[in-house]
C-alpha cells in the first residue's frame, strides 16, 4: 500500500521520488563557527550590560521603606521605631503592603483548601462547599462555612492606619490609601463573584452559613464602608486569596490616593505613624510581619536582583567571548582543526 | 502472501510465553486430551470413526481477539508491559487523596495516549490477521464426500477426507498423497511458502494406493493410516498405511503439507492427515525472538538508574518533610492541621515520599518508550522508502522488516557474509579464453569507449541472445574455419553434463549443474557449436550450421581430486576422441611434450586471467584409436566391477587415459559479482568495518571471489591458510599465523626489515601469491613489499588510505598491535576445531587480528557459530546477510540479519530484519541510515532526558520552599501536557529527519561511521553529562524566577510573587529554554523542523492562555483557577526579562562548551560539515586530504583492468559435483524433461537438476523421478506400461516399490529415522560422511538387487566416494532445508494469499 497503486512495469514498486521520502527536503544546516558565535557572544554580553545597567538606573529611581512589626504585638504600648532611612519624597504612586514571613501560603495541602467554585458566586457550592476545602468545610454546628478552605480561613486581618505628621511636629494627618483597585482585573471581575439569589441582600444569601472559624465578622460585612467590597468580592480577601509562591512574601494593602495636598506627588518627606490592629497571630509559628512602603517604576518596584544578574551574566558572557575567541585565534582558527 | 511485520518488543515483552499458552488454546478445548496424542489414527472417509479423536478443524485463527475479548486482553497484555504497570500503579496512587500531588488526568491522559495507540495498532494487525484468516478459511477446496466431489471451504475440510487438487492449487492441509494424475503417483510441488525454496519438489504417492486413480476407488478406499502426532518437523514424517491387511511405510516423501502449491500436475488426490493449526506449516509459525539494540538495553539500565534517583530525590524530600513538619509545620497547625491520618511528623514524611515519586515520575516519561519506537517507525519507513536501495530489476525496494533495530545499523562493526548469491550472483560468463596461443575477449573497460557486443543471430539462428561477447577476432576465426576455434568449442559443446530442453525449435534451455558449465556449453552454442540434445549414448549437436550426433561412449566424471572431466566420443566417421577440460595444475601435466611452446604461451595466458580474479580452465583432446579405446574400455569396465578399493582402481582408469593429451586453450570465466560488491567491500572496510565471508563452497572459489571481491589483495602482508584436520594441527597453524602476525607487525614497527623467507610457512598461501611478492620487489610497482623492502616509514600502497587517522591507542594486549593487513582462510573442518570451547579464543584473536576472513566449507550450523562466537568474545554488533536458507541461522543469531531478496527463495528474507536485493545496498544501509539512525536516536535520547530532568527537578528545589509538602510548581495541565505536546514534536522532528552530513558524504567518507561502533554518542558519561545539563536547567529556571519574582511587583504595584506568576513564568521559561536547546540540537532544519519547534512554542502559548480563559473557569472553576494568569503575567516586562535571563544563564555555557568543542577537537563529522559550508560559500572542493580516501576507491574499484601482476590461482571452481555423469549415461534423468515438455510448456523451472539436487539423498535410492526408458519415448502411456524393459535401471526401481513392504524397503525407511535423529550440531563434519555412507550402502543394496544394465558405460552405480562428494557439495543447503535438525528451518507465520 506504501507504494502508489495503478503503476505497473519493472518500477512498479520504486518508492516515490519525494523530497520527502528521500530525506532530501530543503534544509538549512546551522554550524557553530566563529563568524557567528563570537560576535553573539559579544554582541549578548553587550546587550545584557546595557540592560543591566538601565535596570539598576531605573531601581536605584525607587524607594522602599520596611518596618517589621511583629513584636508590635507582644509588647502593651506603642510599639515605635524610628526609621531614618529615607527622607527623601516618595515620588509618584506610593504603595503600602503588609509583609509576610515563613507563613507557607504555598502548602500542597493550604494552597488546595479553597473551593473555587464557591467564590464564584456558586449557590450550590455556598452551602455545599467542595471537599477540597477541607478541614475547614463546616463549623461545629455542621453550617457550611463560606468562604470555606484554609486558605480563607487564615486570611490576614490586620488593619493599618498610616499617618503623616507633617514635615515637623504639626497636627497628625492620616495618609489617604485607595483600598481598592489593588488585585488582578480578572480577580476581581472573573474570579471572584458574590453569589446571588433573586433581589435578595448578600447578608440573606449567606444565611446558612458560618463565617471562617478565625474571622471576626461574617464575610458580608468586610468592608463596611462600601457594600460592593463585600463578600466574596472584597479586595482585602482577594488579595490573600492569591497565594503567594514562597514563605516570604508582601501583598498588597493600599495604594496612596494622590488627590490632596501634600499628597498629589507623593508621600512627602516627614515623620510618619502606622496604627496597627494587630490581629494576626505569627509568633506560634515563628513568622515576620512587615509593612512596606514603596514605589514603582515601569517594570515594577524595588527589585536588585534583575539588574545585578543581568550585569553578572553580561560579565561572565564576555569572558567567556574573550576566552572564546584567545582559544579560536590560538587554536582553532580558520578552521584549522578542520583541515586535518 | 502476508508476512506479519515483526511487532517491537517493548509492546508485547510477554507475548511469546502468552502466544504458546494461546497456540496451545487454539488446539481447541480438546488440548486437555490431546495432551497424550502420542500417535494419530486416521481412517479415510470415515468421519464418524475420526470425530472419535477430535482432531483439530481445518479452520486456522491467527488471530488473538474478537471484538468482546479485544478491549481486556489487550490492555492485560499491555500491562505486562512494566512502564505501563508502572504508570498504572501511579495513578492508583494518585487515587488516594493524601498522596495525590497531582490530578489524576496528568497521568491518566499520557496513559491512555500511549494505551490507545497501541491498542489501535494491535487493533489493525489483528483486523488483518482476521482477514487472512477468513480469506484462508473460507477457499474453496474439493472434497471426496459418499463417491461425490462436492466443493468445501478450507474450514470445513476434516481430518480424514480425500481431497482432489488441482495444478496451481493451494494445499489446503496436510495431505497423504493418494494418487495423482503423473506416472507412478508422482506429483510436484513448490514449497516456497514452506521453506523458501524455489524450486520444485517431488512427490510420490504409495505405489498401492497410486493405483487407486478414479474417484470412485479413492471413495471406496478405507486404508488407516497410523503416524506420528502433529509436530513442525518440516521434513520428516513418519507413519504406516494399514489397508487390506497389509502396511505401507509412509515418509515425508508421500506427504504434501499445507502452505505447498502443486505445481505441473494436473490433478492429485490425498488423504487429510492434519489439519488446521496441527499441520506443519501452523505448528511452524512460530515468531522468531526479539532482537534488541544496545541502545535499547543501555535505556533500560538508565531507566532503572534514573529510578534509583528518582527514590533518592523522594527520600531526601521525605526527610525534609520530615524535619519541616517537626520544626515548622507543626506549629503551623492552626492555620493548616495535618491531615486526619497523619499524626506525626514520620508519617507525614511517609505521605510526602509517595506524593514526590508521584510528581517527579516525570524524569521517566511514559512517552520516551512511545517516541523512540515512533523514531524508529520513521527510520524504517526511510530505509523502505529510498530509491537508491531500490532495485530496479528485481522490482524490489529494501524493506525494514523489524523496526527496532535501525539504531544499531549504526554501531555494526563485523559483518559476516554468505558468498553464493550474495556477493556473487552465482551467474558466470565466458570472458576470455585463449586459443592456440591466441587471447581472445578483450575485457570491457569501464573508462573506454565501450566495445561493441557482438551479434550472434546473423551468423547463428540458435544463438542465445543473452550471451555477451566483445571480441570479434574470435568471430571471425571461427566463421573462417580455423580448425583449432573448431575444436575448442567443440570440446565446450560436448564435454560437459548439462542437460537441454527444447522447447520450440531452436529455442534452448540448458540445465547445468554448476553455472560454469552453462557459461562454457553457451559460449559454444553461440560460437556455432550447438549442443542440441543427449541421450545415454549420444550427443546431438549443430556444428556450423550442420546436425551432428557424436556416440557418446564414456563420461570420465568430475571429482575434486581429479579436478578434471573428461568424455570419449565417437564421431560420425568413427574417430574417437578424448575430451578434457580441467584445472591448469592437473591439466598441464598431463599434456603431451609437444605442446610445450603452446603451453607456456597459454601458460602466460591463464596468469592474465587469474590475476583478473577469473576462473580458468584448460582444454585439451587426445585422439584414441579403436585399440586404445578398446583396451581401456575394458580395464575401466573391470575397474568398474571392482568390488574393493572400487575408486581407486576407477581413478587409476581415468588416470591412464587422461595422458599425452594436446592442448587447445582454456578459457576464463568470470563469477560475476554482484553489482558494486569490490565497491561496497572496500567502503565499508574503510568504515572500519570487518567483513567475513561464511560459505559452503570450496576453498579455491571463496578465495577467488575473496580477491575478485577485493577482501583479500595482493597488497596484503599474508594471507594464513587454516585447513588442518585435527585439534593439534588447527591450534598449530592457529599459532603459528598470530607469530608470524606479531612477528612481521614488530618488524614492520621497529623498522628493521628481516626479510623473512616465508615460504617455509605451511600455512602461507600456495602458489602464485609468492611469485608475484618477488616480481613486485624487484619491479618496484605498487605493494605488497611490506616483506621485501625496508619499510621505515611505510610507503604505504596508496589507494584505498583512509583519511590520516591518530595513532591507535597503545594496546592492552600484543593481537591488538598488529599492523599490516593479514587474511585468514579457514575450512569448515578446521573451524569445527577453532569453535571448540578451547579454541575459541585463540580462534578469535587469530581472525580479529586479520582485515578479512573467509571461512569455506561451512555449514549453516557453524555460520551461526561463527556469529555467536564473535559476539560472546567481542561485544561488537554484528550482522549477517545472506540470501539462501543456509542462512537463516547465521541471519537470526547475528544482532541484524539482512535478507538478500530475489535470489534463492524467500527463506532468508523471512528470518531477516532487512531485506533488499543487491550486496551493495548494504553500504546505504549501514553508512546512511544505520549511521543517520544512531546518531539521531543518540540525540533524541540525550535531549529527551535532558528536558525531563529540566522540567522535574524544578519540583526538587522548590520543594525547600513549599515545606516539602509536594506542591507543584506548574499548573498540573502543563505537567500533563508538557512531555506530550509542548515538548514532544521538535524533538520528534529531529530524531526523525536530523542530518549531520548528507548521505552523499557519510559514503564518501566511511570514517564518520567509527563514532558508532564505538558508542561516542549516547553512553553512559554522555547521559550524565545530559542529566547534569538538565539539573543545572532546572536550577536556573527555578532559582531565578525565585529571587527575581519574590521581591518584584507588577507596574500597578500589584506583587509578582504570587504562585500562579510564578508557575507560569517558570513554565515558559522552561519552555523556551528547551526549544532553543532543540534548536541548538537540531543539526538539519527543515521545514517540519520549523513547523514543530514554532508550532511547539506556539500550542504552548495559545493552549496556556485557552486554559487560563475564563471561558473554561466558569465551567470548570476548581479545575481551573488559573484564570487570568497567562495574561497577567506575560504582559510584565519583567516576566520577559526574567525568562530572558534564564534562558541566556542555561545557553550561554552549553554554546561555549558546544563551540569550543567544535573549534579545538572536532568529529569528523564537524570537519565535513565545515567542508561542505566553506564549500558552498567558496564553491571549490577543500579538504582533499580526506577526500582522498574516497578517490582512492575510484582506483580500487576500475584496478581489474589494472596492469597490476596477478598472483596466479588455480581457477578451477566448479561448484557442480560429480556423480552427474554417471546419472547422465544411465539416463534417468531423460525422462522427466521431455515428458514434460510434453504435458507442461511452462515447467521449466522442474528442472531435473534442482529436482536432483533438492532432494534428500536418503531417499535417492527409491524415490528417483522415474525416467522413461529412454528420451525417445515422451507418450505418457507409453511411460506408465513401460515397466518391463528390465535393462533400465530406474524401471527396476519403479517395479520395486511397487511391492508392498519387504524386507530390503522397511531397512531403508528404517534408516530415515536414525539418520533424522545424528544431529549436526555434535558432530559437524562427522555427520554428512556417515550420512553418506549410509545412503551409498543403500544404493549398493539396492543395485545389487537388480540385474545390472551393464551396456551402458556409466551404469547405474554411485561410487562411494562420489555419493560423498555430492553430498559434501550440497552439504550446506541440504543441512539448511532438508536436514532433521528441528531448528534449521523456522518458520514465520505466513498466511496463503
Known sequence: ?340 | MTIPKEIPEKWFPLVLPLKRKKQKGLNGAKSQKRWTEEERRVRANDREYNEKFQYASNCIMTSKYNIVTFLPVNLFEQFQEVANTYFLFLLILQLIPQISSLSWFTTIVPLALVLSITAVKDATDDYFRHKSDNQVNNRQSQVLIRGLLQNEKWMNVRVGDVTKLENNQFVSADLLLLSSSEPHGLCYIETAELDGETNMKVRQSVSVTSELGNQNNLASFDGEVVCEPPNNKLDRFCGTLYWRDKKYTLTNQNMLLRGCVLRNTEACYGLVIFAGPDTKLMQNSGRTKFKRTSIDRLMNTLVLWIFGFLVCMGVILAVGNAVWEREVGSLFQSYLPWDPPVDNFLFSAFLAFWSYVIILNTVVPISLYVSVEVIRLGHSYFINWDQEMFCSQCNTAAEARTTTLNEELGQVEYIFSDKTGTLTQNIMSFNKCSINGQTYGEGTDPLGPRPKRLDFTPFNPLADPDFCFYDDTLLESVKVGDAHAHTFFRLLSLCHTVMSEEKSEGELVYKAQSPDEGALVTAARNFGFVFRSRTPGTITTTEMGRPVTYTLLAILDFNNIRKRMSVIVRNPEGRIRLYCKGADTVLLERLHPCNQELMNVTSDHLNEYAADGLRTLVLAYRDLSEDEWEAWSESHRCAEKAASCREDRMAAAYEQIEQDMMLLGATAIEDKLQEGVPETIAVLSLANIKIWVLTGDKQETAVNIGYSCKMLTDDMTEVFIISGHTVQSVRQELGRARERMIELSRSRDGGKEEGKEEGKEGCFMGNGFRERQEGDGTGGGGGGKQLQCPPPPPPLPPPPLPPPSPPPPPPSNLMDNIFGEFALVINGHSLAHALEADMETEFVSTACACKAVICCRVTPLQKAQVVDVIKKHKKVVTLAIGDGANDVSMIKSAHIGVGISGQEGIQAVLASDYSFSQFRFLQRLLLVHGRWSYLRMCRFLCYFFYKNFAFTMVHFWFGFFCGFSAQTVYDQYFITLYNIVYTSLPVLAMGIFDQDVPDQRSLEYPKLYEPGQLNLLFNKREFFICIAQGIYTSVVLFFVPCAVLSDATQSTGVPLADYQTFAVTTATALVIVVSVQIALDTGFWTVINHVCVWGSLGSFFSIMFALHSQTLFKIFPNQFHFVGSAQSTLLQPVVWLTIALATAICIVPVLAFRFLKVDLKPQLSDTVRYTQLVRQKKRKPVGRSVGGAWRGLGSVSDGRLGARGGSRRSGYAFAHQEGFGELITSGKNMRLSTMALATFASRHSSSWIDTLRRKKPTHTHCHTPPSASGASSPARSCVSGSVAPLSNSSSVLGGSQDTPIEEVTAQHTQTVPTLSTQTPPAAEAAAPQGSAQAVSAGVLTSAAVRPHGGDSPGGWTITLGAVQEALFGWKARATASNSPRPSSVPMETSQIE
Open chain 1, 1 to 340: 500500500e506504501r507504494f502508489k497503486a495503478g503503476k505497473s512495469g519493472p518500477s512498479a514498486r520504486r518508492p516515490d521520488n519525494s523530497a520527502f521520502k528521500q530525506q532530501r527536503l530543503p534544509a538549512w544546516s546551522p554550524m557553530l563557527t566563529a563568524n557567528t558565535v563570537l560576535p553573539f557572544f559579544y554582541f549578548m554580553a553587550l546587550s545584557c550590560m546595557l540592560l543591566g545597567v538601565w535596570l539598576l538606573l531605573t531601581v536605584q529611581s525607587t524607594q522602599e521603606l520596611k518596618l517589621d512589626y511583629t513584636k508590635a504585638g507582644s509588647c502593651d504600648e506603642c510599639f515605635e521605631i524610628h526609621n531614618s532611612a529615607s527622607c527623601r519624597l516618595f515620588q509618584g504612586d506610593v504603595f503600602f503592603y503588609y509583609g509576610l514571613q515563613n507563613f507557607h501560603q504555598n502548602l500542597r495541602r493550604y494552597m488546595d483548601s479553597r473551593d473555587d467554585g464557591q467564590m464564584v458566586g456558586r449557590t450550590t457550592n455556598l452551602k455545599n462547599p467542595s471537599t477540597y476545602c477541607e478541614p475547614f468545610i463546616k463549623d461545629q454546628k455542621g453550617l457550611p462555612i463560606a468562604p470555606c478552605g484554609a486558605v480563607a480561613n487564615s486570611v490576614f486581618n490586620d488593619s493599618f492606619t498610616l499617618s503623616y505628621h507633617g514635615g515637623s511636629s504639626g497636627p497628625a494627618v492620616p495618609v489617604p490609601l485607595l483600598r481598592q483597585g489593588i488585585t488582578w482585573y480578572t480577580d476581581k471581575n472573573i474570579k471572584y463573584r458574590n453569589p446571588k439569589d433573586g433581589n435578595m441582600t448578600l447578608a440573606q444569601v449567606f444565611q446558612g452559613t458560618a463565617q471562617p472559624r478565625y474571622w471576626q465578622k461574617p464575610a458580608y460585612e468586610l468592608d463596611p464602608r462600601d457594600p460592593a467590597n463585600n463578600g466574596f468580592i472584597n479586595d482585602d480577601l482577594i488579595v490573600w486569596m492569591r497565594e503567594a509562591a514562597f514563605p516570604n512574601f508582601k501583598k498588597l494593602y493600599g495604594v496612596l490616593y494622590r488627590a490632596k495636598k501634600p499628597f498629589i506627588k507623593g508621600l512627602p518627606a516627614g515623620n510618619y505613624s502606622v496604627d496597627v490592629s494587630y490581629n494576626f497571630p505569627v509568633q506560634h509559628f515563628r513568622g515576620r510581619k512587615q509593612v512596606v512602603l514603596t514605589t514603582v517604576t515601569w517594570f515594577g518596584g524595588q527589585n536588585h536582583f534583575l539588574p545585578i544578574a543581568y550585569l553578572i551574566t553580561s560579565c561572565l558572557t564576555l569572558l567567556v567571548a574573550v576566552v572564546l575567541t584567545v582559544a579560536w585565534c590560538k587554536f582553532g582558527k580558520n578552521g584549522r582543526n578542520m583541515e586535518e
